[in-house]
């Protein structure tokens, strides 16, 4: 049951989030009395022969990458455990540029370009800096170039701040639809105890959890704390990242960062790590959710080929296709799909208000382009958030 759902995801892989963690990247080296971490260039290059391994097999990888603090924290020598926040975000912004000039030079060694990206809260919280991030970030695949994405830590103060890099993987394989998120862990996945609690006579053995279909309270509480002092969420955050691409229908897999042939035992769906995926199920109740238990907002009456391209093809509503906009929605709201004889068909969320989709109906992708800049969304309502009736 296991490798089958391994072997479902698998399939019609095209775009793999991988999030790797500062500890994944990093080398610990004793310095005078001290121990300190500091950026491995050969780790990098170990990672830059996975990642190649996945483009090979015809997959689009964002890489979010973690280790600017750290980075930063070896140039200035400044180890302590008690660095003040300005400190750290000085760490983040000498650190970023020497991280990336390390993907730079190992990546390239493999043929991989790279880019930097840096999100903060409010690129992801504000819908035009949204689609613009994700426009970049699908501009820069199709140019086969690999985003690297970190938080932009040394411009974000606390209370704003993302926090940790397994929630920004997450949300960045929800903004791009990316079929797998790939944690890189210091750990093989999620044990069946929580390995900070010292083991106890008649205690079972540890083992690695192969399959996590539901995060419950259980689930959560084998999580624990982190224990390396290197990383910032430990599994904890992990779970909640695996919770979020788990509502939007996304497996998340959790895996030893330090194997390097972990993507061959991906792609050969060995029983490696902790997957949490609850199957194509979740997405039928997302579907489910659309349809019946939110309350639609307005209508949108669409012509006889964008109806058989709903209905017949599978396809998203697009602004071709639209001949009425009737109510008042917003972005993200449910409305009533109708056909030309006024019958439902579908329900779904929309990706513009109704001003701005009256303003675009009809029109060809082209010409909405024109108007919106690079700030458009393709579709009207994209396939996965529609649910015919
Ligand atoms: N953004 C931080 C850094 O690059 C790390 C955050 C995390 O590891 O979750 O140093």
New binding site residues.
Partial sequence: MHRDARKEILKGLKRIVVKV??SIITKREKRKNEWANELSPNNVRLLAQTIRQIIDRNCEVVLV????????RERLNLHRSDLSIPEKQA??AI??SH?MHTYEKKFEKQGIKVAQILLGHDDLGNRKRFLNAKHTLETLLRHKVIPII??N?SVTIDEIKI??????SATVACLLNAQLLIILSDVDGLYSRDPSIKVKKGDTPMKIIEHVDCINQKIEKLAGGTMNKV???GMY?KILAAKQTMSFGIPTLIVNGFDNNIAEKIYESKSVGTLFWAGREKIKKRKHWIAHTLKPSGKITIDSGAEKAILLRGKSLLPAGVLKVEGKFNFGNAVRILGEDGKEIARGLVNYNFRDLNSIMGMKTSAVKNIFGDNFYNEVIHRDDLTLL
Wanted: hydrophobic content about 30%.
């Fill in positions: 963690g500062s990458s973690s280790g600017a603090i750290m980075a930063g760490c983040a650190g970023q991280l970190n938080e830590d926090g940790d890099n397994d929630t920004l990383t910032v969420g955050t």
